[in-house]
């Protein structure tokens, strides 16, 4: 299979720039991937598509301020990190600008030194190691500090920080917000549970390499970038008498979505509390294990999530419906519009 298979055009100007000033107030369209029918609502639609009985899965992680401005200790040249994740020995992998400037031993400082850090280690991809100093708890002073590490083609300035996390956002540690999610509200939420739908958590923490084309031409040569995973006994005995009781699993995502299935590819199509690493790379061929329904917003073209979500409904159906999506100016990305794959009833 051939990247190439799963580009389409796509405009520079539906790439959103900015969120929408109500979150609900985002496009839906609705798929279905057995008819390739496609229907266009608003995101507040979806209360309508769930049905008691039902599950609605989300990705309750936390996207840390994680770009940092710095001068470099002997020369006072600007520095620029970005965290990417941390490691076990508590020291963090990050990108710099300019990594030339930046040797084994070099130290960084932020905020009038307030934050200190020493690189410890040079990374394959042109990354640093690095080793933080601090009095008091290092994410308040990173909140303090740091700036949001919003994706790269967004290039207009978010004024409201909290417009990159979603509403029930909980565990630090992502570099980017798991999207699909920025469309819920408190009250949207209220009245899905009210309806009967259970609504539960995981936690993957999204990693830089989500953003990174994929750089082969057969699909099956990519490899795919790890990221970090959870998933609570309490959120697995949801899912599974769901699954029991004849209810839809609804992931909100492709990160709820990865999660899931790494989870129940390891456990013959059972959900277990568990917790690591995965690297899961799903696209047309893969057999869904453990999710029935998916909301995700609208993707990159040639990238690994329009091959997820090609491998749920169809690539024929998910191209038409993007080339739709062109035709009718939705809003593209991390800020943009809403897609809702319908299950089997």
Not at 245 to 250: A, D, E, Q, T, W
Request: with cysteine.
């Amino acid at each position: 299979m051939k990247v190439e298979d799963f580009d389409f055009h796509l405009p520079e100007e539906l790439i959103a720039q900015t969120p929408l000033l109500d979150r609900t107030a985002s496009r839906l369209m609705l798929v279905n991937p057995h008819t390739m029918e496609l229907e266009h609502h608003h995101f507040g639609h979806i209360i309508d598509e769930l049905n008691a009985g039902d599950c609605l899965v989300l990705n309750d992680t936390r996207v840390l301020p994680a770009r940092l401005m710095g001068v470099k200790g002997e020369t006072g040249a600007n520095i620029e990190l970005l965290l990417l994740k941390q490691t076990i020995d508590e020291e963090w992998e990050t990108l710099v600008k300019p990594a030339k400037r930046v040797k084994i031993g070099t130290v960084v400082t932020f905020g009038e030194g307030l934050l200190t850090a020493t690189c410890t280690g040079e990374l394959d991809h042109g990354g640093r190691l690095f080793k933080f100093s601090y009095d008091g708890i290092f994410y308040e002073i990173l909140e303090q500090l740091g700036e949001m590490p919003l994706p790269p083609y967004i290039r207009e300035k978010l004024e409201d920080q909290e417009r990159y996390q979603t509403v029930y956002a909980k565990e630090r540690g992502s570099a980017a917000a798991p999207t699909a999610g920025l469309h819920f509200t408190e009250p949207l939420l209220e009245a899905i549970r009210a309806k009967g739908v259970e609504v539960t958590f995981v936690t993957l923490h999204v990693g830089l390499g989500t953003f990174r084309p994929v750089s082969v031409d057969s699909i099956e040569e990519h490899d795919m970038h790890s990221e970090f995973y959870s998933v609570t006994a309490e959120t697995a005995e949801v899912i599974n008498r769901t699954k029991n009781s004849g209810g839809k699993v609804i992931s909100v995502g492709t990160t709820s979505t990865r999660t899931l299935e790494t989870v129940a590819s390891n456990n013959d199509g059972k959900i277990i509390a568990a917790q690591g690493w995965t690297n899961i790379f799903i696209y047309p061929g893969y057999d869904y294990k453990a999710i029935d329904g998916l909301i995700t917003n609208f993707h990159l073209p040639k990238s690994t999530l329009v091959m997820l979500v090609s491998a749920l409904a169809g690539k024929d159906t998910i191209l038409n419906a993007y080339h739709k999506a062109v035709e009718e100016k939705y809003r593209f990305f991390s800020f943009g519009d809403a897609m809702f794959i319908r299950p089997k009833r």
